[in-house]
């Protein structure tokens, strides 16, 4: 059926696919020069290396739009994959994008990745619009935030004090013999055990009670019980 519908594709202004018959069309695809192609969900070429990604970059057109409304948080290559497709060569190749605007750093001088980022900002202007949720959605209501503290459970805060006091003797011991600038890890490595206890002792190898979990529980009840959708983000599982 897809192959006949093929043949009656210079019959008319619109052509609608999705990705995977895409890549399983693209040879038949490719013998047409199209006015525009605009991908939505583009995402899904942020990717360069994936047979996608390369099928949606071989099509001819005269005009090339991306739409995603997912924020890009992974890696910069991602936005590369995706600029690529839209302005092909306007950000160099995947070595020269790297190199330029994901420059190596000496530890602590975060100065370097700041100005990559300022110009690539700049470079990236002319082929981007950003539009705001108010923008296109005017009846969505504002977002409310409200924060709500939990109590470490009594095991749990015992564990935590326990582990503040030895990574504190630890990381000073580091310091002391290595120097603050080659101790940054160790500092780092400390916080995040700390972070995890309050989180949960379970993440640390103890058995001990959450009361953020407890916390979390006493929020989510009423909220099932109304048969309302939740959805639960947490900085460690």
């Not at 969900?41 to 949606?56: D, L």
């Not at 890890?185 to 995040?192: G, N, R, Y």
């Not at 989180?199 to 640390?204: K, R, T």
């Amino acid at each position: 059926a897809r192959h006949n519908l093929r043949k009656q594709i210079p019959q008319h202004d619109l052509i609608v696919t999705n990705y995977a018959l895409l890549r399983r069309d693209l040879e038949e695809l490719q013998k047409f020069a199209f006015r525009a192609i605009i991908i939505d969900e583009a995402q899904f070429i942020k990717n360069p290396s994936a047979q996608v990604t390369q099928s949606v970059k071989e099509l001819k057109g005269d005009f090339r739009l991306a739409l995603t409304g997912t924020p890009l948080e992974n890696r910069l290559l991602d936005l590369w994959s995706i600029l690529d497709f839209i302005q092909p060569g306007y950000l160099g190749s995947q070595a020269q994008f790297l190199e330029k605007y994901e420059p190596r750093t000496e530890a602590g001088d975060p100065w370097p990745l700041k100005v990559a980022r300022r110009r690539l900002a700049a470079k990236i202007r002319p082929l981007l619009l950003r539009r705001l949720k108010k923008q296109v959605a005017q009846d969505l209501p504002a977002r409310i935030e409200e924060r709500r503290a939990g109590e470490l459970g009594e095991a749990q805060r015992k564990l935590y004090l326990a582990e503040l006091r030895r990574s504190r003797e630890q990381v000073m011991q580091t310091v002391a013999e290595k120097g603050l600038a080659r101790s940054k890890i160790h500092v780092l490595a400390a916080l995040t055990r700390l972070r995890q206890i309050c989180c949960h002792p379970a993440l640390v190898g103890n058995d001990s009670d959450s009361g953020k979990t407890e916390t979390l529980f006493e929020l989510l009840e009423p909220l099932l019980q109304e048969g309302q959708k939740v959805l639960v983000f947490s900085q460690f599982v």
